[in-house]
């Protein structure tokens, strides 16, 4: 019997032939997409709304005039910068780590990490987004695999590797031995936990964040388990030279010299990558995440977006951190994206539908779940979004295209009703896994401690 049916919406997605546009019913049973009903037209409601689970144990939720969407998947998101939002604003990226999100990530207790971990959570799902990969802060990377697991969002989280000191910075590292050991006890906890939805990724911060030893670790642990390798790459040009001129060269040449160089790995911002680079990437498939709202905020510059999807790159969009965004809002993400390559490249560059297949399933692409989530088609899981069209910013609906709409017109606000792997998790746009309001407190509590601890003034 179904347990969950989504009834009468526009159903949006994107599968090996593009984009999709139906109006249909999506019926969800054992957590997977059992169905895809064709409806014939049904007047238009005024918003989602939810039927409690009656003598029937089908649980309906009655989309009629709403868009339904695969859910957004961010392939680089720190949750262990949420508290941080709002302390770190006007700076470039070299100052901003090192007077802020490093003291900061190094003043982090289990409690702290946790009511971050917990309050981006709740933001993502609350905002549409289903699945995450994340890197965490060298320590109590545990705490952001419980919060996971408690609120119910799909993610591959990896602890960040810094056993070197970067040439530059004040980033000085952890001993290697030690975070190999804590990387193995996290894939012994978590990788497969909360019914498959959670996983552990290989973390090296950044290329020279960690040694070539601990590369190779990663490279050989990654192909033995199957695990993503995630790290950043050229995302400030200044650290990007500095670093180019090293005997290793540039990151990418970097990470191709150590084996890391292949469809497991995926490389935040990858704005200034040289032409010997992008050639690299072109022929190791290597996964682009794409962070406009970061790149903008911390004056990185603009990643070619549009010359790496020309060469048939994957890319994948992602909000990186609330200290440098500062929202984690996978709408805004898709919009900037199918805004910002335009004045270069002109209006009909990196059109609607191809956002919308960045956020979906090129997210799916890169977190190397595409077989099962990214789209709505039978068989996969139902990770599914609702997204109401009743309102001024939206009005009038019904006439354009539904995909140009979703990218376009829709805010992370639209969203009404979440569901992750068939469990409804957000229903008439609260979060059902916990209580906001206590999420919204702890945070405020833990981020003040946090900021005693930094010695930086609250
Ligand atoms: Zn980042």
């Known amino acids: 019997m179904a347990e969950v049916v989504v009834r009468g919406g526009v159903v949006l997605s994107c599968g090996a032939g593009g984009v999709t546009v139906t109006e249909s019913d999506v019926v969800v049973e054992g957590g997977r997409i059992a169905d895809i009903r064709r409806l014939t037209r049904r007047p238009p409601r005024r918003s989602a709304s939810r039927s409690p689970a009656g003598a029937s144990s089908t649980e309906e939720i009655d989309a009629a005039g709403c868009l339904v969407i695969p859910g957004l998947i961010q392939a680089h998101v720190h949750l262990c910068q949420t508290l941080f939002r709002g302390l770190a604003d006007d700076m470039d990226v070299i100052t901003w780590l090192r007077r802020r999100v490093w003291p900061l990530e190094q003043a982090h207790d289990y409690a702290s990490l946790g009511a971050s971990a917990a309050l981006g959570v709740a933001e993502l799902l609350r905002g549409g987004t289903t699945s995450v990969l994340t890197m965490e802060s060298m320590s109590h990377t545990e705490a952001a695999f419980e919060a996971a697991e408690r609120l119910g969002i799909r993610a591959i989280i990896g602890k960040a590797l810094m056993d070197r000191w970067e040439p530059g910075t004040e980033m000085v590292g952890e001993d290697a031995d030690d975070a190999w050991s804590e990387v193995l006890s996290l894939l012994e906890r978590w990788h497969g936990a909360g019914d498959g939805r959670l996983g552990v990724a290989l973390s090296p911060r950044g290329p020279r964040n960690a040694s070539p030893e601990t590369w190779r670790r990663c490279v050989e642990l990654a192909r033995e388990a199957d695990l993503r390798l995630h790290t950043h790459v050229?995302?400030?040009?200044?650290?990007?030279?500095?670093?180019?001129?090293?005997?290793?060269?540039?990151?990418?040449?970097?990470?191709?010299?150590?084996?890391?160089?292949?469809?497991?790995?995926?490389?935040?911002?990858c704005v200034w990558l040289s032409a010997a680079e992008r050639s690299l990437l072109r022929r190791h498939r290597a996964h682009v995440c794409h962070c406009p709202s970061a790149n903008l905020k911390l004056a990185s510059g603009l990643a070619p977006v549009v010359e790496y999807l020309a060469d048939g790159v994957n890319v994948a969009l992602g909000a990186d951190g609330a200290a440098c965004n500062n929202r984690l809002d996978g709408f805004e993400e898709m919009r900037l994206a199918a805004l910002l390559h335009k004045p270069s490249h002109g209006p009909r560059a990196l059109p609607a539908a191809l956002a919308f297949e960045m956020a979906t399933l090129g997210g799916a692409r890169a977190l190397g779940l595409e077989r099962d989530v990214g789209s709505i088609e039978v068989g996969k899981i139902a990770d599914l979004v609702v997204v109401r069209r009743d309102r001024l910013h939206s009005a009038p609906v019904g006439f354009g295209d539904p995909v140009s709409e979703m990218v376009y017109t829709h805010r992370s606000d639209d969203v009404s009703h979440v569901l992750v792997g068939g469990r409804v998790v957000v229903a008439d746009s609260r979060l059902l896994t916990a209580d906001e309001n206590l999420i919204r407190a702890e945070a405020e509590a833990q981020r003040a401690a946090l900021l005693g601890r930094a010695g930086l003034p609250d």
């Open 234 to 269: 050229n995302e400030n040009r200044e650290q990007a030279d500095r670093l180019g001129a090293s005997p290793e060269g540039r990151d990418v040449e970097a990470l191709a010299s150590w084996g890391a160089l292949d469809d497991r790995l995926v490389m935040a911002h």
